[in-house]
């Protein structure tokens, strides 16, 4: 497809959407039901009608609770959920269905195939989402965590609407050839994990402790000989923030909207007042000369990331 052919139908409904999207990675997981319920009630509030979820979050409960909260709103949302993929093609119309069945719908307006598997051809699980497309359970096909060969493979099979990478201050290893080729190719990027997975916030101590249950103590920020140098530029940020007394998070995910050729940038948020804040980073404009400050730092401390595709180290 060229550059020339028809937008992708993701590109056009989120021309109206609220650039921020919300993360629903945590519901079901790590917090209370009412804070989540909180979360979305703000965010709906807020005006926020993308949203992100998957099946694997929680184990199908944080689908559950945005069913649950959606019910009698499905056509003033934007409503973008995941499915991992088995060896067999039909493995993943299976996620599809048993996720509209716990969501409570009969479509989604956005399907991602949330990771590859790396020992299977993954063409023929994207012919039968294509033939799903057509049956009106799915508007749009998408990725995430793909590499971009990856990508090209799976594009023989089916449409691909979107795709959702990691991308922050932190993490921009998807410039160098996956933006150019979706920008070309009139696919949607979203941004997840778009302040760091909460480093961004300059909350973290030098020496942070998680929950056994918590994946950040595994990604690739907070590895030994990655974490010391992030902490501590971090630090830099926040002095820069500090100085014009705006929230360091509010920098960074300014940052990434700055970068045009992000359609969506998710923010997760815990409760209500995170989502508040999170938004409230929209209502300011960083002057020009921060963001080129910030920039350079972050061109300086993306040299000391790993040699990763992803941060979660996970290749299946």
């Given at each position: 497809?060229?550059?020339?052919?028809?937008?992708?139908?993701?590109?056009?409904?989120?021309?109206?959407?609220?650039?921020?999207?919300?993360?629903?990675?945590?519901?079901?997981?790590n917090e209370k039901d009412e804070d989540s319920l909180g979360a979305m009630q703000t965010?709906?509030?807020?005006?926020?009608?993308?949203?992100?979820?998957?099946?694997a979050y929680g184990s199908g409960h944080a689908e559950s609770l945005c069913g649950k909260f959606l019910k009698g709103k499905w056509d003033q949302v934007f409503l973008a959920t995941k499915g991992m993929p088995g060896k067999k093609p039909e493995s993943?119309?299976?996620?599809?269905h048993k996720s509209l069945k716990i969501l409570g719908t009969d479509t989604v307006d956005l399907f991602y195939m949330h990771w590859p598997r790396s020992d299977v051809?993954?063409?023929?699980?994207?012919?039968?989402?294509?033939?799903?497309?057509?049956?009106g359970t799915i508007?749009?096909?998408?990725?995430?965590?793909?590499?971009?060969?990856?990508?090209?493979?799976?594009?023989?099979?089916?449409?691909?609407d979107a795709h959702q990478l990691c991308y922050n201050l932190y993490w921009r290893k998807a410039e160098a050839d996956m933006i150019p080729y979706c920008e070309e190719n009139n696919i949607a990027v979203i941004s997840y994990s778009s302040i760091a997975q909460g480093i961004l916030t300059g909350k973290f101590s030098h020496d942070p402790i998680f929950e056994s249950n918590d994946s950040r103590s595994h990604?690739?920020?907070?590895?030994?000989?990655?974490?010391?140098?992030?902490?501590?530029?971090t630090k830099k940020l926040k002095l820069i923030a500090t100085a014009i007394d705006?929230?360091?998070?509010?920098?960074?995910?300014?940052?990434?909207?700055?970068?045009?050729?992000?359609?969506?940038?998710?923010?997760?948020?815990?409760n209500g007042s995170q989502v508040r804040d999170n938004v409230a980073s929209l209502d300011r404009k960083i002057p020009v000369e921060i963001i080129k400050k910030v920039t350079e730092i972050s061109n300086e401390a993306i040299k000391h990331l790993p040699d990763e595709e992803n941060i979660f180290k996970y290749y299946p």
């Open positions: 497809m060229s550059s020339l052919e028809k937008e992708s139908p993701v590109n056009s409904v989120l021309k109206d959407q609220c650039v921020l999207a919300l993360g629903c990675m945590t519901f079901g997981a965010a709906w509030d807020l005006g926020i009608t993308h949203w992100d979820t998957a099946l993943i119309i299976k996620s599809l051809d993954m063409r023929p699980h994207f012919e039968l989402l294509e033939r799903e497309r057509k049956l508007g749009a096909i998408g990725v995430s965590n793909f590499s971009l060969e990856q990508l090209k493979h799976v594009r023989e099979a089916a449409t691909i990604t690739v920020f907070f590895q030994s000989d990655v974490w010391p140098y992030l902490s501590a530029t705006c929230p360091l998070h509010h920098i960074a995910i300014q940052w990434v909207i700055e970068q045009k050729v992000i359609n969506s940038v998710i923010v997760g948020a815990r």
